[in-house]
């Protein structure tokens, strides 16, 4: 291929086109030979030299995470006092509800709330006249069923005395049969009059007698020592009986040397609870004073399940609850319905290995962690895992109680198994040695940020007194 002419190209466009098309003419007839293109190996090359770039733009621009900043305290025995705390108020140990058994007004009150009164004393009466009315009318009866029977008794004995003699005539063919039987059913007939009057007169003594206990009623005396504590009616007010109702509550007499408080337990407390177990009460009125009791008596059912329905059941959505009574040992001037709060101990531990509270907290478990954890919480429940491996594959893993130990500047995630606790300690009954470091605080540090490996810097390691018992 001719090129020499275009190194004398002509400036003229027409030269131009005619040197383009002849050229062009040449590049039909005869093989070019062009040398092979490099762009793809340039464009190779610089795509892994981008990739390796944009891999290494992140470690080198990353900041070092900084150390998480935490408290320390050493795993130590500590005497140990589980409590459930619950609020509730006093009352008597022994207190009556006086109601009356008749309807009627009360035409004499002769206590009023708050007096002492003894076993007898007068409380209240009520007006008597309609039952004195019905003792009178009663004893009118009971007169004429005597008076009936006597009747009876007469009619007997001349029945008696015609069936004998019209029975000796009849022995001697003297009567007829006719004659003869109708003697001796009226004989029978008076002896059965004879017996219903006797039953009259016990029915109508029953009914004086019923009479008189009705009026008797009208008068109602103390039943035992103590002190009025509350009085709900007054004078000249009618109060309803109980022998047919549910009656009026007149007033409550109470013994107020004896005193107790009834608190509310949850269900998942009560189980903890016993007769005889100690508490600690904080009475609202006495501020400056602790007071000590023993538990006496613990629910069989939750407050509220004998007036519950198969309607209200599924509506009510409160907390089930369980009354709890705890006596006082102590004697002070408690009145009832006073507010009070209570401590029971239900558990306790000597020389127990223990943790801070705020030491102990949940992680998911790691990779590794499934044996340890298995050893640490419950063997039982692992010796099975092999046969519901496939099973639990699928289910999302349970978060298991952990402690952060320290490793020089790093933490350590620590499985444990935790036993009872009181206001500041968990029992560990597995997983930690006696004077272990452990990471204590803080709260955000402990139950957020800090992960197995996790650099840590010393705040201020705490070393608690292990002779302290709370």
């Not at 190194?7 to 030269?15: G, L, V």
């Not at 009475?283 to 000590?292: L, P, S």
């Not at 309607?311 to 001037?333: C, G, L, M, P």
Request: contains cysteine; proline residues 4%; hydrophobic residues 40%.
């Amino acid at each position: 291929m001719d090129f020499e002419r275009f190194d004398s190209f002509p400036p003229d466009k027409r030269q131009f086109a005619e040197l383009r098309n002849e050229f062009a003419g040449k590049l039909s007839d005869e093989k070019v030979i062009m040398p092979k293109p490099k762009r793809r190996r340039k464009i190779i090359i610089f795509t892994v030299i981008v990739l390796v770039l944009l891999c290494l733009v992140p470690v080198l621009f990353k900041k070092k995470q900084p150390p998480i900043p935490v408290t320390t305290e050493k795993v130590a025995r500590r005497n140990l006092t589980e409590t459930v705390v619950a609020n509730g108020k006093i009352y008597p140990v022994v207190q009556l509800h006086i109601s009356a058994e008749v309807s009627g007004e009360i035409i004499e009150l002769a206590v009023k709330e708050g007096q002492l009164v003894k076993k007898g004393d007068l409380l209240l009466k009520i007006k008597p006249d309609f039952y004195a009315a019905a003792v009178n009318q009663s004893k009118a009866a009971y007169e004429s069923s005597l008076n009936g029977q006597t009747t009876a008794e007469a009619t007997l004995e001349r029945a008696d005395a015609d069936y004998r003699r019209n029975k000796e005539l009849y022995d001697r063919k003297l009567i007829s049969d006719s004659d003869y039987v109708g003697f001796k059913t009226a004989f029978d007939i008076a002896v059965a009059q004879v017996e219903s009057s006797k039953h009259q007169v016990e029915m109508a003594k029953a009914a004086v007698a019923s009479a008189q206990d009705s009026l008797d009623k009208t008068i109602i005396f103390a039943p035992r020592d103590g002190t009025v504590s509350k009085l709900n009616s007054q004078l000249g007010e009618r109060v309803l009986g109980t022998v047919q109702n549910a009656g009026t509550d007149i007033m409550i007499i109470s013994d107020l040397n004896e005193m107790e408080a009834r608190v509310d337990i949850g269900e998942m407390d009560v189980v903890l609870i016993q007769p005889g177990q100690k508490a600690e009460l904080d009475v609202d009125a006495f501020k400056d004073r602790k007071f000590t009791g023993t538990v006496t008596q613990i629910a069989n059912s939750s407050k509220g399940m004998g007036s519950l329905t198969a309607a209200s059941t599924t509506q009510n959505q409160d907390a089930t609850k369980f009354e709890v009574r705890i006596r006082f040992n102590d004697r002070e001037e408690f009145r009832p319905g006073m507010s009070v709060s209570a401590n029971i101990e239900t558990r306790y531990r000597t020389n127990a290995l223990s943790v801070p509270l705020a030491a102990v907290t949940t992680r998911p478990p790691m990779p590794g962690m499934t044996n340890a954890v298995a050893a640490v919480t419950d063997t039982n429940t692992y010796s099975s895992a092999s046969a519901k491996a496939d099973k639990k594959a699928k289910e999302v893993p349970k978060s298991v109680e952990v402690v952060f130990v320290t490793d020089g500047n790093h933490a350590k995630m620590m499985p444990v198994k935790i036993g009872i606790c009181d206001d500041n300690y968990w029992e560990v009954t597995d997983g930690l040695t006696d004077g272990q470091e452990i990471i204590a605080g803080g709260p955000k540090a402990v139950n957020k940020d800090l992960q197995d490996g996790s650099e840590i810097k010393k705040n201020g390691a705490t070393v608690p007194d292990v002779t302290a018992n709370k």
